[in-house]
């Protein structure tokens, strides 16, 4: 039982942790495209 739960625990550490890094990827992603649309914006002044 005590196996169990523990598997249990490190699978679930191990989803939050990819979690975060993949929110984290998708955050640079989007800042990206923002700044380039910053850029298109001032170059179409």
Do not use: F, P, V
């Not at 890094?21 to 649309?37: L, P, Q």
Request: glycine fraction near 6%; charged fraction near 25%.
């Amino acid at each position: 039982m005590i196996k169990l739960l523990t598997l249990i625990a490190a699978t679930l550490a191990l989803l939050t942790l990819s979690a975060c890094n993949t929110i984290e990827g998708m955050g640079r992603d989007i800042s990206k495209a923002g700044d380039k649309i910053e850029e298109t914006a001032r170059k179409s002044r």
